[in-house]
């Protein structure tokens, strides 16, 4: 099996991602409502980093009356021909120096962020690029997903954690079928406690997590029954 670097990979699915979007829209939409939400009050800027064809940014942005967009999709047949995409990756946001109001990071984008050192990285960088009051939205598939990945599936997963915790307990292939064949790169699914850690490393602190029912995008209390979305500001600032 040939494992694709993730942006390979999502240049060669370009075609059937809208399908693929389709078939999750439930939970797409949910994250959508719940960051418009919470979008600061007077946003005027809006980063998104792995925006694909940038649409879901624009609704977001359009919902806050948000008027400045950056948008970064490193695969570039995700952009689908928008002249206002910056072909870059997450682990490039140091050539940035403008402050952000929002920042996205969604369905999952930090967990094709490799190594783990460059996923701290990417948050730190989130800390660096947010306003004073400003603040990041995060989902992540979530290891523990009980729901979504099995019972039995998710026990060993979490019996092999709490033997033997490395950080690439969580690496997976992610694979698609598509025109007749399978495309796979690599991927990452995270607990809650790494993550967590993750921020601390990064000077972010958790201001609230969601978790949502992956299949159809309803609020779910335990973090067994969803994957996880995080809003995270910078450590030294309150969040309003």
């Known amino acids: 099996m040939r494992v694709l670097d993730p942006v390979s990979a999502y240049n060669q699915i370009a075609p ?3 399908e693929l979007a389709r078939e999750r829209k439930a939970f797409l939409e949910s994250v959508e409502r719940h960051v418009i939400s919470a979008v600061p009050r ?13 649409s879901r940014a624009r609704r977001i942005a359009q919902s806050g009356g948000i008027s400045e ?18 072909t870059m990756r997450a ?21 094709h962020v490799f190594p783990a050192a460059a996923r701290i990285e990417t948050l730190r960088q989130f800390g660096r690029l947010l306003s004073p009051h400003g603040k990041a939205f995060i989902d992540l598939a979530h290891r523990y997903n009980a729901r979504h990945y099995g019972v039995a599936p998710t026990a060993a997963r979490f019996l092999h954690d709490l033997i ?10 992610v694979g698609w079928d598509f025109a007749g064949k399978r495309t796979t790169t690599q ?11 993750m921020c601390r490393s990064a000077g972010l602190k958790i201001e609230r997590k969601f978790v949502l029912d ?15 979305l995080y809003i995270v500001t910078p450590r030294q600032t309150s969040a309003t």
């Open 42 to 54: 007077g946003s005027r800027s809006l980063l998104d980093v792995g925006a694909g064809d940038g």
């Open 91 to 111: 682990e490039d946001l140091h050539a940035i120096d403008d402050r952000f109001d929002v920042i996205l990071c969604l369905w999952n984008v930090l967990g």
């Open 187 to 197: 991927g990452h699914v995270f607990t809650h406690r790494e993550f967590a850690s």
């Open 214 to 228: 992956y299949a159809n995008g309803q609020d779910r209390r335990r973090d067994f029954e969803g994957h996880l």
């Open 69 to 86: 967009l950056t948008l970064l999709e490193p695969a570039v047949a995700m952009q689908r021909g928008r002249a206002d995409m910056r």
């Open 16 to 18: 059937a991602f809208a």
């Open 164 to 173: 033997a915790w490395r950080e690439e307990n969580g690496d997976v292939a």
